[in-house]
């Protein structure tokens, strides 16, 4: 609006063009500051009205019922605006899919493990679980370890101990909980140990320093490695499928004799050669033997009347040669952009 000559109006008119910016409130409190019939600023100003001169009276009526009208003409714009502000925020389409919320899954490995355990279990073992920090006795010495030998070099882990007394670390493999079931009672046992295990490895694309291991031990009277091969081997064919390959290869741990390891026929390149498999066309799973009768003895079982064998392998190992994946820290690393991709069903919030 133009200005009207007169100082006390044109004072007024910045607020005119403020009036857009205002909210509901805003403009409720704008209307009285300026038009209240009281205390109304304009109104104010209207009222010296009364003490002009006539000629001067009408020309100061006509201009100030200008702005009147102008700032009604405001207000009266700015409500409407605000009116039609509000269907715009209610618009939201309810109808519309809802934004799907991630309650996060099993990771790929444990559901590998699940797996695994499955199988095991219609053979008729159970799951027996142990501490993830143990004894040097039952990670190595009950396990047959001489004292100092080179094979615990392969086991560097975390002491949480140090000076006189038993030393206490992180466990190295699942094999202590075989000592423990064997404490547990007499045998037959029948079962599967999965626990997380730490050892002073490189973080490379085949090593992490803490991963999973599936442990199995198998006692009674009269089990021979035939068993061990038969039951190994129905397990490969169960988790990889009907006609897969297995191999056995000797092989040393303190805890077995004999040693073995068993390879599956290379689940990506089916036996021809390929980078995962280092051109050999297997795939190295688990490490297995008959349960060394010192071992047996340090449980305090009769090591002439029971047998058995055992094996302990990491799941991790077999998704990577399931999935055909090259490098182990993408399923360790916990990153979720590759994690999510393998991720099964969703677990409980
Ligand atoms: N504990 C061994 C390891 O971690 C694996 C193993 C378990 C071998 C049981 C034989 C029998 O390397």
């Known amino acids: 609006m133009n200005p009207t000559g007169y100082p006390e109006l044109d004072a007024l008119l910045p607020r005119l063009d403020a009036i857009a910016t205002l909210d509901r409130d805003g403009l409720e409190a704008e209307r009285i500051a300026v038009l209240g019939r009281k205390q109304g600023a304009l109104t104010a100003t209207m009222k010296a009205l009364a003490t002009l001169p006539p000629e001067e009276r009408k020309r100061f009526g006509a201009e100030s019922n200008r702005v009147k009208a102008a700032f009604e003409e405001a207000f009266a714009a700015r ?11 209610r618009s939201t389409d309810l109808t519309m899919p ?8 099993l990771h790929p490995v444990t559901l590998v493990l699940e797996e695994m355990v499955a199988i095991f279990r219609e053979l008729g073992f159970a799951v027996a679980v142990g501490p993830e920090v143990e004894t040097e006795w039952y990670n190595f010495g009950a396990l047959n370890f001489p004292a100092d030998h080179p094979a615990m070099d392969m086991h560097d882990t975390l002491y949480l101990t140090q000076g006189p007394g038993e030393k206490v670390l992180m466990r190295t493999h699942t094999s202590p909980v075989q000592i423990r079931v064997m404490q547990s009672g007499p045998p037959p046992y ?16 085949s090593h992490a320093p803490a991963f999973l ?15 061990l091969k ?8 169960r988790f990889f499928g009907p006609r897969t390959k297995v191999r056995l290869r000797p092989s ?8 073995a390891e068993l390879d599956v026929e290379c689940r990506i390149c089916y036996g021809s050669g390929c980078p995962a498999c280092k051109q050999t066309g297997w795939m190295e799973l688990l490490g297995c033997g008959m349960v060394h009768p010192n071992v047996l003895t340090n ?5 002439e009347r029971y047998t058995g064998w055992a094996f302990g392998m990491g799941p991790g190992r077999t998704a990577q040669q399931r999935y055909g994946i090259p490098d182990i820290r993408l399923l360790y690393g916990g990153d979720m952009r590759f994690l999510r991709q393998l991720a099964g069903r969703e677990g409980r919030p």
Do not use: K
Not at 252 to 259: I, K, L, V
């Open 230 to 237: 038969a039951t190994l081997s129905h397990f490969a064919r």
């Open 299 to 303: 449980c305090g079982i009769d090591a």
């Open 213 to 227: 291991q599936l442990e199995g031990l198998a006692i009674d009277e009269g089990i021979g490695f035939i068993d």
């Open 98 to 105: 809802g934004r799907g919320r991630w309650i996060g899954a």
């Open 79 to 89: 409500e409407a605006a605000l009116v039609t502000d509000v269907p715009t925020y």
């Open 252 to 259: 040393y741990f303190p805890f077995t004799e004999p040693s």
């Open 190 to 205: 029948r079962v599967v140990v999965p626990g997380m295990v730490y050892r002073n490895d490189a973080w490379d694309a």
